[in-house]
């Protein structure tokens, strides 16, 4: 019996190093394509407030922008899946989850597949990401429809429990006080060969064209992200349990944070340094900025910024910088201009957010985050709130 777990544990141990290293390529795809398609999405929308209604141009504008927001959102699953988006914690109620997305639930699984909804009557308090855990939610749903299509029963149930040292062979469980989340269904079922390769991206037993292979990666990583972890538990032709342990939040708590919200844009007249090494994302940005009215600098690099820094003999009011820089990046450019002009205010974009991730995804208080692929008025809007913000001192 011993030898049975060891060797559990060491194939648990495997998987998990495996589904690292495949989380690092995914994120650094995710990051390039963030690159490409923010120019995309950024240029065409430029075209379409250009282009007015009726022009024969304007359609295919807007298909080749319809297609860029559908890219982003794959790049977005992949950075779920490589833990690389900035994410939101704050205290959520796992029930209240759950109940908020059943109307959604039962339009997206359909009337031959019976939804129960078997939650504790327990406050069930998780320190997670809202708006991830309601795309957990949904992504296990639809996996469970796709595995029953003759129909059959969905089972989603709540519970508060305490993992203890040795409980489980996952190697990301640590003991302590948890929200069990439970996605059950009485499909097909799977092979323990199966088992070991669904989290993975890309990889779907579905026929071509019916799925990404995309949505059981994405709750992977965001369960990871928001440090709990995913059993599953299943057999060829007995369905398939999805259990999640999320930490669980024993006194009321709320995190708050210094993202972006698109707001309507306001013009401006500052001068803003523009930071970028992507020509393409720099000439888009200066652009944009250029059009609502700000005097703008650019650099495609730290070193340079710094050139165009001591050069210009005004004011710079904000530092617009990418994270990931070849040389400097955009954190240590941030605090060495912060240090010459304590006034400057400052927005970092990245294609993901790899220095925050660092820090468990969680934005400092005051800092600004701008995710790639923006589109135009979201550049505006975070260049605006970050320069009309109240002082931090």
Request: glycine share 8%.
């Amino acid at each position: 019996m011993a030898e049975e777990e060891r060797e559990k544990l060491q194939q648990q141990l495997t998987l998990a190093q495996k589904m690292e290293s495949i989380g690092r390529l995914a994120g650094g795809i995710a990051h390039d394509f963030n690159n490409l398609l923010t120019v995309i999405n950024g240029y065409s929308e430029v075209a379409l407030a250009e282009l007015p209604e009726g022009n024969p141009t304007r359609h295919a504008v807007e298909q080749i922008h319809d297609a860029g927001r559908r890219a982003a959102n794959l790049t977005g699953q992949l950075l779920a899946f490589g833990r690389k988006q900035v994410i939101r914690p704050q205290t959520v109620d796992v029930n209240h989850a759950v109940t908020d997305a059943e109307e959604m639930l039962s339009r997206l699984i359909g009337a031959d597949i019976e939804l129960i909804s078997n939650l504790t009557p327990h406050p069930c308090l998780a320190l997670a990401d809202p708006a991830q855990l309601h795309q957990v939610i949904l992504n296990l749903a639809v996996n469970a429809r796709d595995a029953m299509p003759e129909g059959g029963r969905l089972e989603i149930a709540t519970a508060n429990v305490e993992v203890k040292e040795g409980a489980t062979a996952n190697p990301a469980a640590v003991p302590g006080h948890y929200v069990q989340l439970i996605v059950s269904d009485t499909g097909t079922g799977m092979s323990e060969q199966l088992r070991q390769h669904i989290f993975e991206p890309f990889f779907t037993t579905k026929e071509q064209g019916k799925g990404t292979g995309l949505g059981l990666a994405t709750v992977y990583g965001i369960v990871q992200q928001n440090n709990g972890w995913i059993e599953v538990k299943s057999e060829p032709g007995r369905g398939a349990a999805f259990c999640i342990f999320l930490p669980r939040v024993l006194e009321g708590a709320s995190l708050d944070d210094g993202n972006v919200t698109t707001a309507e844009p306001a013009l401006g007249d500052e001068t803003v340094l523009v930071v970028e090494d992507e020509d393409a994302v720099r000439n888009l940005a200066k652009a944009i900025l250029t059009a609502r009215g700000y005097r703008v600098l650019e650099a495609a690099n730290g070193e340079q910024a710094h050139w165009e820094a001591r050069r210009h003999e005004g004011e710079i009011h904000l530092l617009l910088t990418d994270i990931v820089m070849p040389g400097m990046n955009g954190r240590v450019l941030s605090q060495q201009m912060l240090a010459m002009r304590p006034e400057l205010r400052v927005v970092l974009m990245s294609g993901y957010a790899e220095d925050v991730v660092a820090h468990r995804g969680v934005l400092a208080q005051g800092v600004r985050f701008l995710q790639k692929p923006f589109t135009p008025d979201e550049l505006a809007a975070a260049v605006r709130q970050a320069l009309d913000a109240p002082d931090e001192g």
